[in-house]
T-cell receptor
Framework: QKEVEQNSGPLSVPEGAIASLNCTYSDRGSQSFFWYRQYSGKSPELIMFIYSNGDKEDGRFTAQLNKASQYVSLLIRDSQPSDSATYLCAVPSGSARQLTFGSGTQLTVLP | DGGITQSPKYLFRKEGQNVTLSCEQNLNHDAMYWYRQDPGQGLRLIYYSQIVNDFQKGDIAEGYSVSREKKESFPLTVTSAQKNPTAFYLC?????????????FGDGTRLSIL
């Protein structure tokens, strides 16, 4: 069983809509969670992290964490074509907090 | 500007050849990591290092080797034992291992077989 799973998509939403990206994880001891955005051909860039149950908002991005159900989601409000990318969920583990990544969800925002 | 520099951006390997990918950071970060990404896949951990002169194998270390002689440098060697080396290689670093310490990535190196 994969440790971090994401809906692989591809996911398409119209410009201005809310995009919802989901991630589930298997380790109940996981304490923090990261969302990275990766444009085609580029390296991942950190956009959000969350470690407390509930919501965390940063501009148009909201991360939601539910530890009891072991899922974390990322909402993108007022989606823009520039949000079109692959979004990677990552969970740190081990002594060096090495990241375990999901396979990513490819998002396309249609103008 | 502080950051992580990977070189070269593109690299080609001949049969039976070892190649070395460079990763340098000037962020004064203690921890450094190497990941491999195959098309349409997430990232998989190859090696990581928490301090100078110490490193640990990740999930897919076979066919790779690393060194950590300086805090700012963590080169990765892809040996001839790695039979399927074609991938996008990403180096990352973080300032510590606390739960809120994110990893930041370099721009990556694309390796292909000639």
């Amino acid at each position: 069983q994969k440790e971090v799973e994401q809906n692989s998509g591809p996911l398409s939403v119209p410009e201005g809509a809310i995009a919802s990206l989901n991630c589930t994880y298997s380790d109940r001891g996981s304490q923090s969670f990261f969302w990275y955005r990766q444009y085609s051909g580029k390296s991942p860039e950190l956009i959000m992290f969350i470690y407390s149950n509930g919501d965390k908002e940063d501009g148009r991005f909201t991360a939601q964490l539910n530890k009891a159900s072991q899922y974390v989601s990322l909402l993108i409000r007022d989606s823009q074509p520039s949000d079109s990318a692959t979004y990677l969920c990552a969970v740190p583990s081990g002594s060096a907090r090495q990241l375990t990544f999901g396979s990513g969800t490819q998002l396309t925002v249609l103008p | 500007d502080g950051g992580i520099t990977q070189s070269p951006k593109y690299l080609f390997r001949k049969e039976g050849q070892n190649v070395t990918l460079s990763c340098e950071q000037n962020l004064n970060h203690d921890a450094m990591y190497w990941y491999r990404q195959d098309p349409g896949q997430g990232l998989r951990l190859i090696y990581y290092s928490q301090i100078v002169n110490d490193f640990q194998k990740g999930d897919i270390a076979e066919g790779y080797s690393v060194s950590r002689e300086k805090k700012e440098s963590f080169p990765l060697t892809v040996t001839s034992a790695q039979k399927n080396p074609t991938a996008f290689y990403l180096c990352a670093s973080s300032s510590g291992t606390g739960r809120n310490q994110p990893q930041h990535f370099g721009d990556g190196t694309r390796l292909s077989i000639l």
